[in-house]
């Protein structure tokens, strides 16, 4: 089984770094025997929002991030940059937990490879 694990930056809109991870995971994903980790850093931490509202025929990523979700792929979110945008751990998606600077080293050590967005 490949370990893939994301790291993404960015936040959900303004540019389309989070939107294209997510596309990737999921593809990823689809292929089979595979384990996906992301980890959200700095204000991709917003990717995890529950209850995010866009303009019809925009992307939704908390849609996108729930699939993952879904397709088994396992979400964490950097404890200390959730609290630096006043987010808490009711503010996030089902399913996405707060990380840490370990757990992301852990994860690393752990993947084969590691895709950065």
């Given amino acids: ?3 893939i694990l994301f ?13 294209q991870a997510l596309r990737q995971a999921q593809a990823v994903g689809k292929q089979g025997d595979v384990a996906i980790r992301m980890f ?16 019809s025929g925009y992307y939704n990523v908390e ?3 729930r699939v993952a979700l879904q397709q088994g792929a396992e979400v964490g979110a950097c404890g200390t940059c959730l609290e630096a945008r006043g987010l808490t751990d009711a503010d996030l998606v089902a399913g996405v ?3 840490s ?4 080293a852990a994860w690393t050590l ?5 895709i950065g967005y």
């Fill in 7 to 19: 790291i993404l930056n960015d936040g959900p809109y303004g540019t389309e770094r989070a939107y």
């Fill in 110 to 114: 752990w993947a084969d490879k590691v």
């Fill in 101 to 104: 600077m370990e757990e992301l």
């Fill in 1 to 3: 089984m490949q370990k």
């Fill in 97 to 99: 937990h707060r990380g």
């Fill in 40 to 55: 959200l850093l700095s204000d991709a931490v917003q990717c995890a929002r529950s209850g995010q509202k866009v303009p």
């Fill in 63 to 65: 849609r996108m991030l």
